[in-house]
C-alpha cells in the first residue's frame, strides 16, 4: 500500500517535530496525579483477589482443600480451573500454559486459584489458608539438564549460511570458547494489574496495565468463551513495561475478568511484588558454544554456533524472542559462513518471554564475546577486530548481506565508530588505563567500544500495521486515539507532535483518549520498538485526511488550490486569507465536512520466510556504539561504570529529549541486566525451584550511584533512508544494547588483572563473585 | 490510660484516625482509605521508594523533615508528627521547584516512581537551602529506583531546582500544630482488638510492659514492617519505642559517645562518623536515606541480623550494650549480646537503652569497615568486615580485633585472626599469616547474595585491603574512591 505521504515543510520549520517537548504527562507524574490503573476510583462493591501458588516446582496436585479459603470472612468467590467456562489458556503463540494450572504443576508459584475478597489484605490472608497435596517430580531447572533430557519446548531450529566446516577448515585460526548471559526480570515499578468492570448485556470492560490490550481482549473473550466485541481493553499508561506486559499480562486480565463474570463485581487483581517477580516471565538465559576461524588481522571467516535458551516451561514468545537471537547474532558483523543451532529449552521455571531487545541482546552478547575472544587470542585491541568485521557500504561490496538475506542499505557504523572514537578520545585513553593498570595493583581498569545494529519491526510480518483515529471538534480542538499503550516511552507525546505538526496547531490543543481496544480494534503489542513507527504513521494518515478535507473547504472559500493552504501557529492560511484553526472547523461543521478520520497503516517492504528463516524481516535498521570505561576491585570483584560514551542513530529525531531519554535509560538498565541483576533459583532441598530473587532487597536494579560520573549522549546526525514518519527511528529496544560495551570493559579490566592473552571466562550478569570467579581462572589460566 | 485516636498533621490539618487497624501501614492509610493515590506501592518492603512520604518533626524548636517509606511505617507510629505526601507539594498549576525541574529535565518517563523521588528531592531540598553536590544527591536518592530514565536527568533535576526562585514550606502553622499535638497524653490506641502503646518516658514503658509482657516492640519497623506486609503476620498488640526522648539521646561523655537505642540511623552515624571518620563509607552504603531514618541504631543491633552492618565496627570498636530492665542496668560487650542466630542475651522484660562506643586512643589505633555487595547502595551484605589494631610505637600489634557480619549465624570476632596478629609487628607477613588464621574462623553459607567460597576470599581480601591501606600505603583499593572528571 502507498501511504500518501506529505512532503511537509523543511525540517528547520517544522513547529512540533524535532523540539524536546516534556512528557505529556510529565506535570501530572511529578505532582502525583497521573492516574495508574490501580489509581482508578473503585466503583461500589469492587472486589479485590489474589491467589494461591504452588510450593513445588513440577509434578501433580492430588488434593487441593480451599473449605478455609471459602470460608475466610469477606471471601466472596474462589475459583479453579474447572470453574473457567471457556479455554483455561493464556499462551498467546502455543496454547501451552493454563491461566490456573488443574493437576500438572509446571513451575514453583504456577497459579492454582484465585480469591476475591473485600479487600486486598483479606484475599492475601484467605488465599494462604489452603491445604494442598502434592506428588513431586524431578524439575529441570537449567539449561545443561534440559539439553541432556532434550527439553524443549519448540523444536530446534537451523538458520546457515555458507560452508562453514571448509571456512574452519582454511581459516589461519581456530578457536572455541563459551560463553553465558542470564535472564532479567523486568521490574516495572508499577506491578500487573487488571481491574475488570462487568457492564451491561454480558458485556466486560477491562483496564489492564498491558502493552498489548487486543492480546488481553482476545484472552479474556477466549477464558469466558465468549466472542471478542464482548470484551473492551483499556489501557491510559503504564508505570514501565519492558516487554513484561506484553503477553505476561495475560493471566491477571483472565482472572479478574473471570472473577468479574463469576461474582458479577468489578473485580482488581493486583499482584504483590514478590508474586509478581515469582510467577510473571523474565527475559531469557541464553547459553552458547562455539568456534570461529579467522585470519591474523581479526577477520572471521567461519563461525559455528549452538545457542540455546532457557525458556521456562511453556512456549510464550519463545519461538520468535529466539529467532531475532538468530537474526542478530551478526549483530553488527559481515558473517561470510555461518551455520547455528537454536536449542528451546523447556525446564521447570516460569516461562520466559519478551524483554526490550527481545533476544536480540543475547544474539549480539554471544557475537561480541566472539569478537573479544578473537580480539585476545591474536593480541589486538577488540576494537580493532570490531571495525574490521563491520559491515561493508550498501554498494561496491558484498559484505552487506545478512546470514538471512537481507541487504544492508545504509550501513553507516563505519563513521559512526569512527566519529565515537575520536569523541570519546578512545586511543588516548587506552594509553592511559595501560599506564594506570600498570601502577595500580588493586583497582584495574578497562575499556571497551561495542556497536548496535538491531532491526527494526515485528519479525513476523503481520504485526506491523497499525490504526488510529483523528478527530477534530467543532471547536477546533483535536482528540487522538491509536493502537499504541504509553509506557513511559513518550509514545502519546510524540503522536501530539505529529498531530500538531499537520494542524499547525500548539501541542496542547491536542488530547488523548486512553488507549482501547472500542476505539481502535485489532492493535498489535506495543513492542518491538515500533510504537511510534506504526502508530505514528497511522495517526498521520489520518490527520493529513482531515486535513486535505479543510484545505479544500479553504480553496474553494479563497479561489486557491488546496496546496496553497498552510497549517501554522493555531491559523490556516491561504493566498489574501488567514482565520484562526478554530473558526476553520466551525466553517468545516457547518459546512458539513467530515472533520474526523481514521488512519490506517502497514509497513512496506518486509516478508519473512519462517520455513527457511530468510527474508526482510526489517524494514530498516538502528544503529549505534558506546564506549564504556570501567573499574573493579580485584580483592572483592565490585566494579563501577566510570564513563560512558554514547553515539546513537534515532534518524530525525521527533524529539530529542525523549530519545535521548530512552537512550540513557536504555543502557542503564542493559548494565544492570549484565552487572547486578542476578535470578537466583534455589537448587536444591523441598523449595528447589523456588526463585529466591523475588524482591527488590534481593533482586538488585541500578541506582542513582552506579550512573557513570562522566556520561556522554550524542544523537548521530542522519536521518532514515526508508520513508519512515518524519525519518526518524525506532528508538526502545536498540540503546538496551549498547550497555554490551560495560560487560566488555569489565572484562578488558579483569584481563589487564590476569596478564596479557588471557581471555577471562567472565560470565553475565558481572556480579562481584561473577567478577572476582574469572579473574581466579583468568590468572590460573595465564 | 485511656485510648484516644491517632493524631497528625496532614494536608493543613490535624488528622484524626480511630478504626485502622494498628499495624495498617501509612501507605494503606493514604491509598485505600484517604484515596489519596499519589503516593504509590512499588515493593511494600521499603525497598524502591515509589511511597516515600516525608515525616516531620519538632526538634530543638524547629520542624525536622525526613524522608521514609510509607509502605513499611504503621499509621499509629505518625502520632503528634506531620505526615507530607506528593499531593502536599505542589499541583500541576502550581509546580514547586523540585516538580518544574523534574519536567524541565525530563525525568520522568512512566511516572509511577515519580512522586517518591520528589518526595525525597523535597526533603533535601527542605533541608539543604543550597544544592548540597551531586554525591548528596545520589545519596537523597538512594533509596528510591526507576527503571526507566537511567537516573541521570533526575540527578540533573536536583541541581536545576536550586536554580529557580526558592519556595520553602510554611512551617509555623506546622510546628503550632505539632506543639498542640504534644499536649495530648501519649497514645494509647485500641481498635479490632489490639492495643498501641507509644509511651514517653521509660517508667511507662515499665508499666505498659508489665501489663502487657507479650506487646511486640517496635522501633523503625524497617524489618517488623516486613512481617505485615510480606508474611502477614498479625503482631498483636505493639508498644512503640519511637516517642520515648530518652531513648533518642546521643551524648558525648569523657570516654566516649552514648547512643540511645532509639536514636535513627541516620544520626547515629553522623555521631559515629564525627567520631570515627571511617565509618564513613559504611554509613554511606548502609540501606537507604529513608531506612536510615526511619531505622534505630538500637533496632539493627537487636534484631540481631547474621548481615545486620553496624555490629561488626561496633564489636572491634570495643562498643557496649546497656540493657535495662526497670529497676536495674547491666552491660556488655555487644559481642556477648549474641547467642546464637536470632537469640540475645534480653532477659525478659529488658530492652537495650543505650550503645557505649569509647574513643579511640591518642594514637596507634588503625581501623576500617567496609562491606561488599552485589550493588553499592541500598543492598544487604554479603560480606561485611571490621578491622581494629592498636600498634605501639614500635609498630607492635598490642591489641587486634576483627568481626564480620555475613560469615557465621551472628555477627562474630575472628578469634584465630587476631590471635595471629597480637604481638606481631603490622607487616605483610603478619597480614598473611592472618588471613591464613581467618580461614578457621568461620565456616559461611552459601546463599543468593554469594556462595561460601567467595565469602571467604572476600574476608581474606578485606583483611588484605585492610594491611594495604594501613600498612602498605596504597591509596587506591576501593572502587568508591574514584571519581572520573569530565575532559
Known sequence: ?782 | MSTRAIQFWYRGQIHKVDNATPTRTVLQHLREDMHCSGTKEGCAEGDCGACTVVLGETVDGELRLRAVNSCIQFLPTLDGKALFTVEDVGTPAHMHPVQQAMVTCHGSQCGFCTPGFVMSLWAMYQNAPTCPGREAVIDAISGNLCRCTGYRPILEAATAAYALPRKALDTTPVLAALARLALLPPLHYQSHGYHFFAPRRLSELLLIRAEHPQARLLAGSTDVGLWVTKQLRDLGDVIYLGQIPELKRIETVDKGLEIGAGVALADAFTALIQQEPQWLELARRFASVPVRNAGTLGGNIVNGSPIGDSMPALMVLGARLVLWGGDYRREMPIEAFYLGYQQNALAPGEILEKICVPDAPSRGRLFRTWKVSKRFEQDISAVCGAFMLQVDLHGQIMDARIAFGGMAATPKRAPNAEMALIGQRWNIDTAEAAVLALADDYQPLSDLRASADYRKEVAANLLRRFWLETGAGVAMTRIGQIHEVSA
Not at chain 1, 574452519?168 to 475488570?196: C, D, I, M, N, P
Open chain 1, 1 to 782: 500500500m502507498n501511504i500518501q505521504r506529505d512532503p511537509g515543510p523543511p525540517v528547520a520549520t517544522q513547529q512540533s517535530v524535532g523540539k524536546s517537548l516534556p512528557h505529556e504527562s510529565a506535570a501530572l507524574h511529578v505532582t502525583g496525579t497521573a492516574t495508574y490503573t490501580d489509581d482508578l476510583p473503585e466503583l461500589t462493591g469492587t472486589l479485590h483477589a489474589a491467589l494461591g501458588l504452588s510450593t513445588i516446582a513440577h509434578g501433580r496436585v492430588i488434593r487441593m482443600e480451599l473449605d478455609a479459603v471459602r470460608a475466610y470472612p469477606g471471601v466472596q468467590a474462589v475459583i479453579m480451573a474447572s470453574d473457567i467456562p471457556g479455554a483455561n489458556n493464556c499462551g498467546v503463540v502455543v496454547h501451552d500454559e493454563p491461566i490456573l494450572a488443574d493437576h500438572d504443576i509446571q513451575f514453583y508459584g504456577q497459579p492454582l486459584f484465585a480469591v476475591a475478597a473485600r479487600s486486598h489484605d483479606i484475599a492475601r490472608r484467605a488465599a494462604r489458608l489452603a491445604k494442598i497435596e502434592y506428588e513431586s517430580l524431578p524439575a529441570i531447572l537449567d539449561m545443561d539438564e534440559a539439553i541432556a533430557a532434550q527439553s524443549w519446548v519448540l523444536p530446534p531450529a537451523d538458520m546457515a549460511r555458507g560452508d562453514v566446516t571448509n571456512a574452519l577448515a582454511t581459516a589461519t585460526h581456530r578457536l572455541t570458547g563459551s560463553a553465558k548471559v542470564g535472564g532479567q526480570e523486568h521490574f516495572y515499578l508499577e506491578g500487573q494489574v487488571a481491574f475488570a468492570v462487568p457492564r451491561p448485556d454480558d458485556t466486560l470492560h477491562v483496564y489492564c496495565s498491558t502493552q498489548h490490550p487486543t492480546e488481553m481482549q482476545h484472552l479474556v473473550a477466549h477464558a469466558l468463551g465468549w466472542r471478542s466485541h464482548q470484551v473492551s481493553v483499556e489501557c491510559r499508561r503504564l508505570g514501565g513495561g519492558f516487554g513484561g506486559k506484553e503477553s505476561q499480562s495475560g493471566q491477571w486480565a483472565c482472572l479478574a475478568a473471570l472473577l468479574a463474570w463469576q461474582t458479577g463485581h468489578p473485580v482488581k487483581l493486583r499482584l504483590d511484588r514478590d508474586d509478581d517477580i515469582s510467577i510473571t516471565g523474565k527475559r531469557h538465559p541464553f547459553l552458547c558454544h562455539w568456534e570461529a576461524g579467522f585470519e591474523d588481522d581479526g577477520m572471521l571467516l567461519g563461525v559455528k554456533i549452538e545457542l540455546a535458551s532457557n525458556c521456562g516451561f511453556s512456549a510464550d514468545l519463545s519461538g520468535p524472542v529466539n529467532d531475532r537471537a538468530l537474526c542478530h547474532l551478526d549483530n553488527a558483523y559481515y558473517l561470510d559462513a555461518v551455520a547455528i543451532r537454536s536449542l528451546r529449552c523447556k525446564t521447570n521455571t516460569v516461562s520466559a518471554t519478551a524483554f526490550r531487545g527481545f533476544g536480540g541482546p543475547q544474539g549480539m552478547f554471544m557475537i561480541e564475546s566472539i569478537m573479544d575472544d578473537v580480539a585476545r587470542h591474536l593480541g589486538l585491541d577488540p576494537v580493532v577486530v570490531r571495525q574490521r568485521n563491520l559491515y561493508g557500504p550498501s554498494t561496491g561490496s558484498e559484505r552487506n548481506l545478512t546470514h538471512y538475506g537481507m541487504k544492508v542499505e545504509d550501513n553507516i557504523l563505519p563513521q559512526l565508530l569512527a566519529q565515537l572514537i575520536e569523541s570519546s578520545d578512545y586511543h588516548a585513553r587506552r594509553k592511559a588505563i595501560t599506564t594506570f593498570n600498570t601502577n595500580s595493583p588493586v583497582i584495574k581498569r578497562g575499556l571497551a567500544l561495542t556497536p548496535v545494529k538491531f532491526g527494526i519491526s515485528f519479525n513476523a510480518t503481520l504485526f506491523n500495521q497499525a490504526g488510529a483515529v483523528v478527530m477534530v471538534y467543532a471547536d477546533g480542538t483535536v482528540l487522538v486515539t491509536h493502537g499504541g499503550t504509553e509506557m513511559g516511552q513518550g509514545l502519546y507525546t510524540k503522536i501530539r507532535q505529529i498531530v500538531a505538526e499537520v494542524f499547525g496547531l500548539p501541542p496542547t490543543d491536542i488530547r488523548f483518549t486512553a488507549t482501547d481496544t472500542s476505539r481502535v480494534p485489532n492493535t498489535s503489542a506495543t513492542a518491538a520498538s515500533s510504537g511510534t513507527d506504526i502508530n505514528g504513521q497511522a495517526v498521520y494518515a489520518a490527520a493529513v485526511t482531515v486535513r486535505g478535507r479543510l484545505a479544500a473547504l479553504v480553496a474553494q472559500m479563497c479561489n486557491c488550490q488546496a496546496d496553497e493552504v498552510r497549517f501554522a501557529d493555531g491559523c490556516v492560511y491561504a493566498p489574501g486569507f488567514s482565520e484562526d484553526f478554530a473558526d476553520i472547523a466551525r466553517r468545516a461543521y457547518a459546512a458539513r465536512v467530515q472533520l474526523w478520520s481514521d488512519g490506517y497503516y502497514r509497513t512496506p517492504k518486509i516478508h519473512w520466510d519462517a520455513a527457511t528463516r530468510t527474508g526482510r524481516p526489517f524494514y530498516y535498521f538502528a544503529y549505534g556504539a558506546a564506549v564504556s570505561e570501567v573499574a573493579i576491585d580485584t580483592l572483592t570483584g565490585e566494579m563501577k561504570l566510570l564513563r560512558a560514551d554514547i553515539l546513537h542513530d534515532v534518524g530525525r529525531s521527533i524529539n530529542p529529549a525523549l530519545d535521548t531519554g530512552q537512550i540513557e535509560g536504555g543502557f542503564i538498565q542493559g548494565m544492570g541486566w549484565l552487572t547486578s541483576e542476578e535470578l537466583c533459583w534455589q537448587q536444591a532441598g523441598a523449595h528447589r525451584g523456588r526463585l529466591n530473587s523475588h524482591a527488590p532487597s534481593t533482586y538488585k536494579i541500578p541506582t542513582g550511584f552506579d550512573v557513570p560520573d562522566v556520561f556522554n549522549v550524542a544523537l548521530y546526525d542522519g536521518e532514515n533512508v526508508e520513508e519512515s514518519i518524519y525519518r526518524s527511528k525506532a528508538v526502545g529496544e536498540p540503546p538496551l544494547m549498547l550497555a554490551l560495551s560495560v560487560f566488555f570493559a569489565v572484562r578488558d579490566a579483569i584481563a589487564a588483572g590476569c596478564g596479557s592473552g588471557s581471555r577471562p571466562p567472565l560470565i553475565a550478569p558481572a556480579t562481584p563473585e561473577s567478577i572476582l570467579r574469572a579473574l581466579k581462572q583468568g590468572r590460573e589460566a595465564a
